[in-house]
């Protein structure tokens, strides 16, 4: 008599998360992956794991709670809006220095958690004083300046806490810009934020001088 073959054991779902206020993401706690923030291989990882996965779902990230998180793809016209002020970054740092990026560029931040601003710019001087292995794909390093745009999948105070953790890192000016309220809150380290209602310019001050980005333009008309 034949024996069938002993199927393999099942293995257990992943837990995935979806917040209350779902819309757009899921988070997975890294223990799942046999992961914390403090293996020293996560960097890695996360990026085999992006490169493997890039074509089926959005971005990913790994927040400072120790959890994978998934994002669904930017759409129209949100990556509109961050190409829009990424590539004004990119020809002011070709004109006067530093490096500029957009949302395809990571951050380690200090806490451990693993962030992509939507557009960044960094400081010459900064950028020739990292060590070598800081300037690696997955960059151990904060912004001078980032930008981030209100999106279903980054939003409220998840977003606020995560500038926060860019500016505790050493970040000295971020703008979160909501399209669809055509509202602008500017945040600098030891200050308050500075709300801007239909503001048709902002500068750089004085981390970027002379910078200027017409948000109304650019953004807040640049609907379909």
Known sequence: MTTAPAKAPSKAPISVRKPS????????PLSEFGLTLESPELDGWLQE????????????????QGELKIMSPTGIPGD??????????????REHGGRAGGPTSMFILP????????????????????????????RAVVPDFLVEIVSPSNRGPELEDKVRRYLEGGARLAWVINARLRRV????????????????????????????????????????
């Open 185 to 224: 809150t500017i945040y600098r380290p030891g200050a308050e934020p500075e709300i801007l209602h239909e503001p048709d310019v902002l500068g750089g001050g004085d981390v970027l001088p002379g910078f200027a980005f017409n948000v109304r333009e650019r953004i807040f008309d640049n609907v379909p």
């Open 111 to 138: 806490d451990g958690s693993m962030l992509c601003p939507d557009a960044w710019w960094m400081s010459a001087e900064r950028w020739n004083s990292l060590p070598e292995e800081a300037r690696r794909p997955f």
């Open 80 to 93: 509109w809006h961050e190409a829009e002020i990424t590539a004004d970054l990119v020809f002011r740092a």
């Open 21 to 28: 206020d779902f819309e757009g993401y899921v988070l997975i």
């Open 49 to 64: 794991f992006a490169g493997r996965n890039q074509d089926a779902v959005g971005d990913f990230e790994i927040t400072a």
